[in-house]
C-alpha cells in the first residue's frame, strides 16, 4: 500500500505531539527555574532597579526576574568587588529581602 499524503501527514504530527509532549516532561522534571524566568516589564523596571541598587549601594544590575518564587521581583546586583546580591523586591518597589551569592542576607 503506497502511504498517502494525508497518512504522511497524520504520522508527523503524531511524532511532533511526541516530541513536544516529552521535552515539556524533561523541562518539568528537571527542576531547572531558568526555563521559567521571565525579565522585569520595562514600565516596572527602573523602579525595581532603584530599589535594589540603594539596598547594595551601587553596583551594575546583571538580571531581573519577575514573579520570583520569594518575592514580586528579583533583582541580580553585581558589586565592584565582582560578588552578586540578589535583592527581593515587592509589588511596591520595597525591598524585601537580600541575599549574597556567599548565602549572606538578609530577609526583612
Known sequence: MKPTR????VVI???????AGTVGAARALSGD???HE????????????????????GGTVTATE??????KYEV????????????QVDENFQVVGAEGDDGSGSDD
Open 6 to 9: 494525508k497518512r504522511i501527514a
Open 13 to 19: 504530527a503524531a511524532a511532533a505531539v511526541v516530541t
Open 33 to 35: 527555574d531558568d526555563t
Open 38 to 57: 521571565q525579565p522585569i516589564p520595562a514600565a516596572e523596571l527602573d523602579q525595581a532597579e532603584q530599589a535594589a541598587l540603594a539596598e547594595t549601594g
Open 66 to 71: 519577575v514573579d520570583d518564587e520569594e518575592s
Open 76 to 87: 541580580e546586583v553585581t558589586l565592584d568587588d565582582g560578588s552578586q546580591v540578589d535583592v
